[in-house]
């Protein structure tokens, strides 16, 4: 009940606001000009009514009387219109109107003066229809304020949402009032969600959404402030009534202060932080849209600086990243509406036995169009998009691989990327145990891809985690080998089963013999240290057999396989079992 009663303070606070700025109501002067209209009219109804005189026109006598008719059809023109245009206060007008007339019409109707009977039936029949009129409108207008209220309102959390968000903001732009939008992205949220499951996750948005209110409404922040709920983990505050820099940033900061007390959930402690990045209008822009992105562009600063709780104030050189920001958005609707997909890429032994596939993620944009995952794996590294990305991958991959293996009673591995950022949060040994459970697919037949990236980021954090994983039983490989910080020493201290030499020397081996012998030597080290060797982007038979010369034991390139989609990866692991079938 408190809930609710909340959620309507909540809401009815928001929808007076957004009434202030969109909805257009009546003028207050055609009100008192109905009521003048209506009481002129009525004071003919009563002297025409009364009157013996008349008037000429083309020689004819034309009584005064006959002009009451249209006398009463103004004064019920205006009594409608009072109710429909001027809601509650008309109708009270109105039936005002209405009833102060009984008494005068009953006095004459006693002296015996029978005119004013119909006169006395239509006051009752305006008094019936104006009723059902009122009741219409009431239910058709609650109607209105529940879809509106719908349509504003962010379900989990009852703040405004990001729809209630850019109405506000453009009202206020239209009134030339300056204001300031901070967007909040909540970082590594994803950790309670896998950890606690979605239930949990929602808690503590919802708390925290609280928390926040309530900061508001207080007016400790020393401005007036509107908190919203974006999407998800994306929080917003519009920010009014500063007087300068300072106080707006102070403002801010009491938003990041009041996440630093912890958030319980099912009897666990959770401290979350988060990235803070806030416009102003005037200052930053002149319409909604450029402020929100401004705003958004501080926030992406924000979350790319290595500070937890970092607030970012809009500055003219992030419009720089403006082509980031678009990739994230593009990145974040391709997630939301299920345009990140993955596809397969075979990877073979020497003797073009498949040994199984890499999952590698693609994603279209609103046209159909295929973004190349080197243009957004790296924007979505930054925002951390990342881990929904390489999550979807995971899960989808697995599942289907999953099912192939069982059809197929396939040995295939199933190589998935993991980005350092996503590896090293906590929860991710979680994530990949749910996604073996769900899918069924044996954890040695799984294959973490990491970069040597992991080496310089946080060995300790890194080799707990790796170990972790392989614990599960699930295998590790090195991606890009000899691009970064190739440490053998490192190396060795990792439980890895795989190297993956990079294309790039591939390229390199026709060049000569020592580009040739690198190769070989990074394969013998591999070997040495136990583990096996993949060569990545093999074009061309001549690679083909140099790799085959140097011991090479497993590739994967464009001359055996480009990726592929599912359907066409099931065709191949389908022709391999009616092979191994034939081979019995
Ligand atoms: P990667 O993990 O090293 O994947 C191999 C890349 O080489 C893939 O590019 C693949 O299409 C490409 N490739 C394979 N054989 C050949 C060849 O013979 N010739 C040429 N020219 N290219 C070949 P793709 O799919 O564009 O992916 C690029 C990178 O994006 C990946 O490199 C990986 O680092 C990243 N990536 C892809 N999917 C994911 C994902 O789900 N999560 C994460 N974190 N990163 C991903
Ligand atoms: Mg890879
Ligand atoms: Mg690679």
Request: some cysteine.
């Amino acid at each position: 009940m408190e809930k609710w009663k909340k959620r309507f303070s909540r809401r009815t606070r928001v929808e007076k606001m957004l009434d202030e700025f969109t909805v257009k109501s009546a003028p207050a002067w055609g009100f008192f000009a109905l009521v003048a209209v209506y009481i002129a009219a009525n004071v003919f109804v009563n002297l025409t009514s009364a009157s013996e005189g008349f008037i000429i026109i083309n020689n004819q006598r034309v009584m005064h009387r006959t002009l009451t008719g249209a006398f009463s059809s103004i004064d019920n023109l205006c009594i409608v219109m009072l109710v429909v245009l001027y809601k509650k206060p008309g109708f009270i007008a109105a039936i005002v109107a209405l009833l102060v007339q009984f008494p005068s019409l009953l006095i004459r109707m006693i002296q015996g003066n029978y005119s004013v009977i119909p006169g006395f039936f239509t006051n009752i029949l305006m008094i019936v229809t104006v009723s059902i009129l009122r009741a219409f409108i009431e239910r058709s207008a609650s109607f209105q304020a529940k879809m509106r209220d719908q349509a504003l309102t962010d379900r989990l959390t009852g703040l405004p949402n990001r729809f209630a968000v850019t109405e506000l903001m453009d009202g206020m732009i239209r009134k030339n009032e300056p204001f300031a939008i901070a967007l909040i992205n909540l970082n590594y949220f994803k950790n309670i969600n896998n950890a606690m499951g979605q239930q949990a996750g929602d808690k503590a948005l919802v708390q925290l959404a609280d928390r926040w209110q309530k900061l508001a409404e207080s007016g400790k922040t020393g401005t007036r402030d509107i908190v919203a709920c974006q999407n998800g983990n994306e929080f917003a505050v519009i920010i009014r009534d500063y007087h300068s820099e300072e106080m707006l940033h102070r403002s801010v900061e009491c938003y990041a202060e009041a996440l630093k007390e912890k958030i319980v959930i099912d009897d666990s402690d959770f401290v979350l932080s988060a990235s803070f990045g806030y416009a102003s209008f005037p200052a930053d822009a002149k319409d909604s849209e450029t402020l929100f992105d401004n705003a958004y562009a501080a926030m992406i600063r924000a979350k790319t600086t290595d500070h937890t709780g970092y607030i970012c104030r809009f500055t003219e050189d992030m419009i720089d990243s403006g082509q980031a920001i678009e990739t994230a958005r593009r990145i974040r609707e391709a997630l939301d509406k299920g345009r990140l997909f993955f596809k397969l890429q075979p990877q073979f032994d020497m003797d073009h036995r498949l040994r199984g596939f890499e999952a590698l993620a693609r994603m279209t944009d609103e046209n159909g169009n295929l973004i190349p995952p080197g243009d957004f794996i790296p924007v979505a590294e930054k925002s951390g998009l990342v881990e929904r990305i390489d999550h979807e991958v995971l899960f989808g991959a697995t599942e289907f691989i999953g099912r192939m293996v069982k059809k197929y009673h396939s040995g295939v591995v199933l190589s998935v990327n993991a980005s350092v950022r996503h590896l090293l949060r906590n929860g991710f040994v979680e994530e990949v145990k749910t996604a073996l459970e769900r899918s069924g697919l044996p954890p040695e037949q799984l294959e973490i891809e990491i970069t040597e990236s992991i080496m310089i980021d946080s060995v300790e954090k890194a080799i707990d985690c790796i170990h972790q994983i392989t614990a599960l039983g699930v295998h590790i490989a090195i991606d890009d080998f000899g691009t970064g910080y190739s440490s053998l020493s490192y190396l060795n201290s990792f439980p890895v089963d795989v190297l993956k030499v990079d294309q790039s020397f591939i390229i390199k081996m026709h060049s000569g013999e020592a580009s040739k012998q690198y190769v070989a030597a990074i394969i013998a080290i591999g070997h040495v240290m136990n583990f096996r060797v993949v060569a990545e982007g093999v074009e061309e038979t001549d690679q083909l057999e140099d790799l085959r010369e140097i011991g090479c034991d497993y590739i994967q390139g464009f001359l055996w396989g480009k990726p592929m989609s599912p359907e066409e990866a099931e065709k191949l692991m389908e022709a391999e079992w009616k092979h191994s079938q034939t081979q019995k």
